[in-house]
């Protein structure tokens, strides 16, 4: 059974740090592609970052860029999502997600991620 299960996240200041974890289970992560997508109140889900399982690229969304870091841990099987100096508008439900099919993460297309983790709320505020 394909599962993916998140860990991490929670209330943190502005300026400071959180890592979040996805690990998975039924699937090796090295052959599929990984994204991770928030959804703030009110608004579309956004994807933010993600590992292309061909090349093994990483992208980065603009909003994102040179604050968070996307790895791979094939030993525990885990995709983790490293946020540096967070702002209270990186406040939203975290989701990672995988992908067998794409080649192309950086579109950012939720429909082509097969399976999600649970989520998890980040919340940046004084």
């Known amino acids: 059974q394909v599962q993916l299960v998140q860990s991490g996240g929670g209330l943190v200041q502005p300026g400071g740090s959180l890592r979040l974890s996805c690990a998975a289970s039924?699937?090796?992560?090295?052959?599929?592609?990984f994204g991770w997508f928030r959804q703030a109140p009110g608004q579309e889900r956004e994807g933010i970052s993600c590992i292309n399982r061909v090349d093994r690229s990483t992208h980065y969304a603009d909003s994102v860029k040179g604050r968070f870091a996307m790895s791979r841990d094939y030993a525990r099987n885990t995709v983790y999502l490293r946020m540096n100096s967070l702002k209270p508008e990186d406040t939203a439900i975290y989701y990672c997600a995988a992908s067998r099919g794409t080649n192309n993460c950086s579109e950012y297309v939720p429909a082509e991620f097969e399976d999600w983790g649970q989520g998890t709320q980040v919340t940046v505020s004084p």
């Open positions: 039924g699937f090796s992560v090295d052959d599929y592609s």
